[in-house]
């Protein structure tokens, strides 16, 4: 089983950027796609992006152009930045496997929030 933990959530104003982290245990890391998602309150999670093991990138319609997902396999990590955020972009942010995520694998996330 993966370990991901994720970091670099926090307070934002509108308009902001932040760089989010996920760090994964396992050396399967660099063999796997690893996508970032996001549930905002009372709303489903969602994909925000995604990144293959060969760095080939997709995104979310509300993300493209904003937020750039891009991974260090010799980290072990993936980052997410995330630029001209909005009060929408409110969330609790994480990573997990991409196009297929496992369910076991979901970490505790961490939040944004984009204040107006």
């Known amino acids: 089983q993966v370990q991901l933990v994720e970091s670099g959530g926090g307070l934002v104003q509108a308009g902001g950027s932040l760089r989010l982290s996920c760090a994964a245990s396992g050396s399967i890391f660099s063999r796997n796609g690893m996508g970032w998602y996001r549930q905002a309150p009372g709303k489903q999670r969602e994909l925000v992006a995604g990144?293959?093991?060969?760095?080939?990138?997709s995104y979310a319609t509300f993300a493209r152009g904003r937020f750039t997902i891009s991974r260090d396999n010799t980290k072990n990590t993936v980052y997410l930045q995330m630029n001209s955020l909005s009060p929408e972009d409110t969330a609790v942010y994480y990573c997990?496997?991409?196009?297929?995520?496992?369910?076991?694998?979901w970490g505790q996330g961490t939040q944004v929030t984009v204040s107006s």
């Open positions: 997990n496997g991409f196009p297929a995520f496992r369910a076991a694998d």
């Open positions: 990144i293959s093991s060969g760095g080939s990138t």
